[in-house]
């Protein structure tokens, strides 16, 4: 099936400092979504993504829809406590309502 | 407005029981999703319905599993007899009508001893 290689598997960092986190895949993508998952909890849409060179904020929070549509970013910054959790990425490809997660990139805020 | 509700948040059951997952959609949202996470194969899609009607049900790892939509806002998942390997967090979501952006319940932690 496809797969989306989502890397780093995990960051340390310290509070303040910004964050990089990307995905990528072989395969062509028409949306690319980022959940935040906390522990216990359900993934939590963050930013959704609808075309190619696509640059969106959230907040502290930036994601890029690569130009090869095989790749999307996620930016923290100013990172604080809270930012703590796994981040996903999802895309979805067209025609299909299913969505490929990444494994996931976990971040752990230093206060 | 209310998000997914999933019940129950926690099922400790025994080899062999039937095992019954539920899941009440976002109101108006016309695809609902079923997903199982675990550490080693991260979050997998198990089966999606839309207006109630199953569309894909290639990721129901097999016959033990099955998965029902009586109405627009209520889902169950079954899974008869367990075992302990599919002992699992497992998600519901929800989606509007452009079955894009897909919104997760809590989840129900499911171990089978």
């Known amino acids: 099936g496809q797969q989306l290689n989502q890397s780093p598997q995990s960051m340390f960092i310290q509070e303040g400092e910004d964050v990089s986190m990307n995905c990528t895949s072989s395969?062509?993508?028409?949306?690319w979504l980022w959940y935040k998952q906390d522990p216990g909890e359900g993934p939590v849409l963050l930013i959704a993504l609808y075309k190619a060179g696509e640059l969106t904020s959230n907040g502290r929070l930036t994601a890029q829809f690569g130009i090869t549509r095989k790749d999307s970013f996620l930016n923290i910054s100013a990172s604080i406590p809270s930012d703590v959790g796994i981040y996903f990425c999802a895309g979805q490809q067209g025609g299909s309502e299913k969505l490929v997660f990444g494994k996931g990139t976990k971040l752990t805020v230093n206060p | 407005d209310a998000g997914v509700i999933q019940s129950p948040r926690h099922e400790v059951t025994e080899m062999g029981q039937e095992v019954t997952l539920r899941c009440k959609p976002i109101s108006g949202h016309d695809y609902l999703f079923w997903y199982r996470q675990t550490m080693m194969r991260g979050l997998e899609l198990l089966i999606y319905f839309n207006n109630n009607v199953p569309i894909d049900d290639s990721g129901m790892p097999e016959d033990r599993f099955s998965a029902k939509m009586p109405n627009a806002s209520f889902s169950t998942l079954k899974i008869q007899p367990s075992e302990p390997r599919d002992s699992a967090v497992y998600f519901c979501?929800?989606?509007?009508?452009?079955?894009?952006?897909?919104?997760f319940g809590p989840g129900t932690r499911l171990t089978v001893l």
């Open positions: 395969s062509i993508f028409n949306t």
């Open positions: 979501a929800s989606s509007p009508p452009t079955g894009i952006k897909q919104f």
